[in-house]
């Protein structure tokens, strides 16, 4: 079984910065790809940004171009979002997920319980 496992999230101003981590079990396949989701109160899930297990592809919504990075560290079964000139739209609960798989995919079988990052302005 995977488990992913969030951390980084908290208060910022709007402008300011923050990088989320996502740890993975150990017993991942070679081959996956991660992603990051949030939900905002009383709205849907949304996708934020996702990246295939070499690094080479990534692929991000429209709305985080820019300004959130995708990266990760296959050494350390970890993933990386580096959020830049954060908004107040930013606050959500931010959520890992992965999927055994080698292209991004439009769903995922595993997912972290989510950390919540709040923008203030």
């Known amino acids: 079984q995977v488990q992913l496992v969030e951390s980084g999230g908290g208060l910022v101003q709007a402008g300011g910065s923050l990088r989320l981590s996502c740890a993975t079990s150990?017993?991942?396949?070679?081959?996956?790809?991660m992603g990051w989701f949030r939900q905002a109160p009383g709205k849907e899930r949304e996708f934020v940004a996702a990246?295939?297990?070499?690094?080479?592809?990534?692929r991000y919504a429209d709305s985080v171009k820019g300004r959130f990075t995708i990266s990760r560290d296959n050494a350390k079964n970890t993933a990386y979002l580096q959020m830049n000139s954060l908004k107040p739209e930013d606050t959500a609960v931010y959520y890992c997920?992965?999927?055994?798989?080698?292209?991004?995919?439009?769903?995922?079988?595993?997912w972290g319980q989510g950390t919540q990052v709040t923008v203030s302005s």
């Open positions: 990246i295939n297990y070499s690094g080479r592809t990534t």
């Open positions: 997920a992965l999927k055994i798989t080698v292209e991004i995919p439009n769903d995922y079988d595993y």
């Open positions: 150990r017993g991942t396949f070679n081959t996956n790809v």
